[in-house]
């Protein structure tokens, strides 16, 4: 089953679809572009401030589920496409 979630440490947090099975979870797949301005605040690090989800621009899309290839994209990913 893959369900979707955020990763939080104190440097910001990633979106993530996360695999989950009877021995646990973990994610399959972070975000590579969140929302700009409103998620994805860049300048936060350059003020010495943390927060913010950070973007994996050069993550792999393409996930196995069940055997098959399955490109996922989250929330402004799709708007981009």
Known sequence: ??????VVDPAGYDNVMVAV????GSPGYRQRMPVPVSMWQPWLSWLGRSGGARAN????PIVAVAGARVATLIC????LT
């Open 1 to 6: 089953m893959f369900a979707g979630a955020s």
């Open 57 to 60: 621009f050069f993550a792999n």
């Open 21 to 24: 099975n009877r021995d646990g």
């Open 76 to 79: 402004y990913e799709q708007l």
